[in-house]
């Protein structure tokens, strides 16, 4: 700086003195209201495809009063879209069909002043044609469906529908029996519930179900145990999933034995859900639990038309007794596949989904919590101790060999899917009738035909 501008006059020191007193008075006013004018950059970022366009969320900033939203690709003009507080959503709109985009999210306060930018997501625009490719490789996987007694298929790739066939006698309106594939939505209804305080993951279901605390096994159970089967529970023999209607299956969760310690078998059993349903309906007050699904999941992602068979004493199966379309169906697995968030809302937790998908579960690795998982099993499986249906037994080290490692499944009797292969960036549905379960089929003959990788035959 130069010599001369440090020799202030009187007049100039004195109007520098009063510029410095009200600074510092600005900036005690400002430390009154804990605004110090940083802003935090925007946490919790995704983004969801939409047609030439991203729905994007995040976590509201403290002091925001407006977000900036911006995607960029490569080799294009970088897109922005403002939103004002307090909304912390919104669709950027004039994107690029089939195009990979990054998303950055800052805050802006009521002075103008910036935030860095979050950490970037990214996201594919959809695609709505298919290549001659991908049709015959659809073509390919539904044909194969259809042999073996199949009601339908549908293949949505980056959260739009890009094939659907219905066959052998099925509708596209009608709703399909998803058997034990019903099992994948107490993994939402666990989040949910958590989220609303009623109960943790972590949380031991003797704390609840006080008739389980004299159980050396069934008194040391945590919620994550329970639903990821390896709580020690072993069936009831008095259940009988057929005669549901006439059954009570609170009471027969309640007098479910528990053979093996937690975490020391995995055992498919259909009680656990019901132990868990009555879990919540004693920790919300008798709240019904396809209620709260419908309230807290189904509704926001506009799911609609299921229907739940019930019990002697009108609670629902949770084990198995939904039955949807299979575009509601496929709508869930989208959300899944998001993480847990629809369009510009967060349905779920992150973080929580996460662990349903990929929960490491050392009784079972081919399962997580409520969802079959094809990561290798690493001789997880003792058949000598765990019980295990046939369609989730290791075949060469993989529930589904010939398939993704990193695909995710919802399964049931009749070999009913849903199918998440987060890879290729496709949800997978398929019906058939029930009476097939006993009839050859292959989740890797049919997922290699439909990514177009099959070998023949």
Same mark, same amino acid.
């Given at each position: ?82 939103? #004002? ?8 709109? @004039? !994107?690029?069909?089939?195009? *990979? +985009? /990054?998303?950055?999210?800052? $805050? ?113 159970? #945590? ?8 709580? @020690? !529970?072993?069936?009831?023999? *008095? +259940? /009988?999933?057929?005669?549901? $209607? ?212």
């Amino acid at each position: 700086m130069p010599a001369r501008l440090l020799a202030a006059t009187p007049r100039l020191s004195l109007h520098l003195a009063l510029l410095t007193t009200l600074a510092v008075s600005a900036c005690s006013s400002s430390g009154d209201d804990g605004y110090d004018g940083r802003l935090d950059a925007p946490a919790g970022v995704y983004a969801n495809p939409a047609i030439t366009a991203t729905d994007t969320g995040w976590t509201a900033v403290e002091n925001a009063a407006r977000y900036i939203v911006t995607a960029r690709a490569s080799g294009q003009a970088d897109v922005s879209t403002s939103v #004002t507080a307090p909304a912390t959503g919104v669709r950027v709109s @004039g !994107l690029q069909a089939d195009t *990979d +985009y /990054s998303l950055t999210v800052q $805050a802006v306060d009521a002075d103008g002043d910036v935030s860095e930018s979050s950490s970037a997501v990214t996201v594919h625009t959809p695609r709505l044609i298919n290549t001659a490719a991908e049709r015959d490789a659809y073509n390919a996987a539904a044909d194969y469906s259809d042999t073996i007694g199949g009601h339908a298929v549908v293949v949505v790739r980056d959260g739009q529908i890009v094939f659907e066939r219905y066959s052998n006698g099925h509708r596209r309106a009608q709703s399909h029996v998803l058997a034990s594939g019903t099992k994948s939505f107490s993994c939402a209804f666990m989040l949910a519930a958590e989220q609303d305080g009623y109960l943790t993951r972590d949380q031991n279901v003797s704390s609840v179900l006080t008739e389980w605390q004299s159980d050396p096994n069934k008194s040391r159970m #945590t919620v994550r145990q329970l639903l990821s089967l390896q709580g @020690g !529970l072993s069936t009831n023999p *008095d +259940y /009988s999933p057929i005669d549901v $209607a006439e059954q009570d299956t609170y009471q027969l969760a309640l007098d479910d034995p528990a053979n093996f310690a937690p975490g020391s078998a995995f055992i498919y059993d259909p009680l656990a859900f019901q132990a868990f349903a009555l879990m919540f309906e004693r920790r919300s007050g008798g709240t019904d639990p396809v209620a709260y699904l419908q309230d807290k999941v189904f509704e926001p992602i506009g799911l609609s038309g299921d229907e739940w068979q019930r019990d002697a004493n009108d609670k629902p199966q949770m084990a198995g007794g939904a039955s949807m379309t299979a575009e509601a169906w496929a709508r869930y697995g989208q959300m899944m596949l998001q993480g847990g968030s629809w369009q510009t809302q967060r349905i779920l937790p992150a973080d929580g989904v996460d662990d349903c998908l990929h929960y490491r579960n050392e009784a079972y690795l081919g399962y997580g919590i409520t969802w079959w998982l094809n990561r290798p099993v690493e001789g997880s499986y003792d058949p000598s101790v765990d019980q295990i249906p046939v369609d989730g037994q290791p075949v060469d080290g993989y529930v589904a060999p010939g398939a993704p490692e990193d695909m995710v499944m919802a399964a049931g009797v009749g070999h009913q899917r849903l199918y998440l292969l987060p890879s290729q960036r496709l949800v997978v549905v398929r019906f058939a009738a029930l009476e097939t379960e006993t009839d050859s089929w292959s989740d890797g003959e049919f997922l290699s035909r439909l990514l177009g990788s099959a070998s023949g035959g």
